[in-house]
């Protein structure tokens, strides 16, 4: 059984810092590509970065250079550091783990940008 565990949200003034984190409680996190998504109420969840198998990275264009996707073997944890925050990178988080055509969700973080 695959459980993911969001933290690390909340409320952030623009331009400041915030690092996600999300443990996996699964024998299969090694073997298995990471990501995280955000989703604004009335939009679709979109895709902010991911980590494959082998530690190759990808990012949307919105958080390139200032989010930083990375995986914790130790700690079964994929983490999100997130930089030079905007109002618009306000959204609730999800973490994802993708295996053998199987995709898994956490239950997300609220991640709030505002003055």
């Given at each position: 059984q695959v459980q993911l565990m969001e933290s690390g949200g909340g409320l952030v003034q623009p331009g400041g810092s915030l690092r996600l984190s999300c443990a996996a409680t699964t024998t299969i996190f090694s073997r298995a590509a990471m990501a995280w998504y955000r989703q604004d109420p009335g939009k679709q969840r979109e895709l902010v970065a991911a980590i494959g198998i082998g530690g190759e990275t990808d990012?949307?264009?919105?958080?390139?250079?200032?989010?930083?996707?990375?995986?914790?073997?130790?700690?079964?944890?994929?983490?999100?550091?997130?930089?030079?925050?905007?109002?618009?990178?306000?959204?609730?988080?999800?973490?994802?783990?993708k295996f053998l055509g199987r995709a898994y969700w956490g239950q997300g973080t609220q991640v709030t940008v505002s003055s």
């Open positions: 990012y949307s264009d919105f958080v390139k250079g200032r989010f930083t996707i990375s995986k914790d073997y130790a700690k079964n944890t994929v983490n999100l550091q997130m930089n030079s925050l905007k109002p618009e990178d306000t959204a609730v988080y999800y973490c994802n783990l």
